[in-house]
DNA sequence: AATGAATGAGGATTCATTCAT
DNA sequence: CATGAATGAATCCTCATTCAT
């Protein structure tokens, strides 16, 4: 009865632990992923699950909203410490590629009104859009930026980009959005700087590397 | 005797007509929806659409072969009609956003080795690999395609530009992707041509028409 | 339209091999085995299986008419040919063997009535009674068979015997059922002619075949 | 607090509740009962059903490995109550005709490899075979065995005997296996006793009960 | 009359969610 | 509050039967 009030800080703990298995969860087993796949993987019972999250919706969105809050704190961060405005730009665009959010894959149809409707999902994705907003803005009054790129054209990219190729072997899909990434900055850049030379990827080295690593 | 021929049962016209029906309802109600649905869309009994497909599975990578050889004959025909190698490279990265391949970020874990790793699957990118090659090339002759893009790259900016923003209204989505193909586009050109200004998509303009549309 | 008549005992050909196929499946198969499959190893369509007979209980029904009429045919050449009556009971109980009935094991509940309750059934069992009948009879008078052992105790005796050991390899069960037919017999000798002593099967001998033949 | 304890869910208490109840169903029904059918009767929904056993074969195989277990149960009381070995044989193969064990004749085919080729299945094998040699063997020593009957014998009269006359109404068929119990008995005895002359089943009782019965 | 593709009702199985312990 | 067994609706898939060729 008189429980001296130490696992207070568990139930936080155990949520924060859901949604990061979930991330990971939906990333590599795509959307096909079960609840219990989740529960078991985070080390808890599926009712421990259920009582953080009521639904399988409901996990989704606490997914959603947590990533974005990820993107919202890698953007400010990018303006706060990035004395260039396209490099905070370049840091933003290239940090989304870590979020393993290719659990927005699975999201489709009358699903996307349910977990990506809400009230806070809406108000996160404004204040994203405001801190882009003034990233943008900078790299346009520096001259880096094109000016007929705005900060929807920057969040589309970045939505195309986070997420992965999952028909490819980790490691090259991940190396072709690199690759993918930088074209798409130096696509932005208003008079792109003379970017050093580096070698193309040629299709006998995407063969390989694709026969390479399946081999693995 | 001389029927009008109004009931061709052709299994042969079925097989192409539950592809083209299941690329569809992937692409709109993504990875989750039944197969029921598919044969209902079809036209066609459970049966039938089991009959050619004989599961899941085997359904998704037919319509991934399916898809490698559109890719193909498009990459073909850009290739035979352009007169430069960069308007062939142009055509057919933008083209194959209409090819409703959002299928393709369904798959994932253990699902890729058995849609993507067949034989045939694995022939087919050849072939395409081999078509691109040619336009790649070609593009660096011309001058017109950066040097340190080669035909893998084209293949990876393809494969994360095909696949839609299901988050998104449609109509919002298909806009950002095409803007997100120009830029792409213009990162990969050696000289870009002094593109004509058009408008930045700004973040207000973003936010207006994603509720604008979430309401129809 | 003149048609020669020459296809015309096809299709008795063709019901005599399904009837023939069918047994065979169902007595490998188990009970388990589907339309299809008997249609396939009989060489004809569905098409085909379903005009002779419109349903499965029909053709299950056919198949233990033949047998029925194949057990008569039995009994009676036996009756005919032996010159003495234990002779013939026995033929007949050992001959049941050969007829690869393991079908009847799939004969259970409400489908007993449907397939087994027909007037072609009652009326076959009754002639085949009879033919026992005389047989039995026979082998009392000639003091060789037991008294209190009826011609209902030979029916009885014959549909435990004839069906297999599904779960042993077929060549051991067929020897175990050998066995215990000759037991059985012996049983019902009024005064058994003390039998050539043979060599009883050990339980180490049926644990080496068993392990031998399921290796083959 | 001190709560009567009525609705105690106990797993355990679950699965022997459903192996027992498939072993009847199975043996009434057929080996075409449903899974919906086992888990209705048994009380239990079908998820429980698939809980304790992920697939049907995995229920039949419980149920063989349970009926293996009794069967030993029972050999093993014979052998340890039974003054004469002779009597603690004739015990066992009459009382495993009480095991319901039907559902071991719809067991075929590939079947037969994933249901009773376990080590499971094949361990309690050889225990039972271990437990019958030692009452074989002393019936051998009591004289009352015939010689030339061996352990693997008995397996095998016991395999054809366990299993009911399902084409025959029910309290006949379990007549008639009685009576072919006793004659198999008797032919295995070594000098038979002159067992008190019965009534034998003749052909017009045979088929005065099969109609009498049907009826009801 | 034969064929084999099409049908769709029904049975097997899964998994989101609930609930007794 | 955690646990994991139980639930049963929903889905996948099969196969007896029909029907167009």
């Known amino acids: 009865m008189r429980a001296p009030g130490q696992l207070r800080a568990d139930a936080q703990r155990n949520r924060e632990l859901i949604i990061d298995t979930a991330r990971e969860v939906f990333a590599e087993q795509g959307p096909g992923a079960t609840m219990d796949e989740v529960a078991r993987l985070a080390g808890v019972g599926a009712g421990t699950l259920y009582r953080h999250f009521p639904d399988r919706d409901s996990l989704i969105h606490a997914v959603l909203a947590d ?93 195309l980009l986070v997420r992965g190729l999952p028909t490819l072997p980790a490691a090259l899909g991940d190396e072709l959005r690199e690759r993918a990434v930088r074209l798409v900055l130096a696509g932005m850049r208003a008079h792109p700087a003379p970017s050093p030379p580096e070698q193309p990827l040629t299709a006998e080295e995407l063969t390989r590397r694709f026969s390479a690593e399946r081999e693995s």
Do not use: Y
């Open 67 to 159: 990533a974005l809050e990820r993107m919202i704190a890698l953007a400010q961060k990018a303006r706060e410490e990035e004395t260039w405005a396209w490099d905070a730009l370049s840091r933003f665009v290239r940090g989304c590629a870590g979020l393993r959010l290719d659990l927005l894959i699975s999201v489709a149809g009358a699903q996307v009104h349910r977990v990506a409707g809400t009230p806070e999902i809406n108000e996160g994705r404004v204040r994203l859009l405001e801190v882009l907003d003034q990233i943008v803005s900078a790299a346009h009054d520096e001259g880096a930026l094109r000016t007929d790129v705005g900060t929807g054209d920057v969040m589309g990219v970045v939505g």
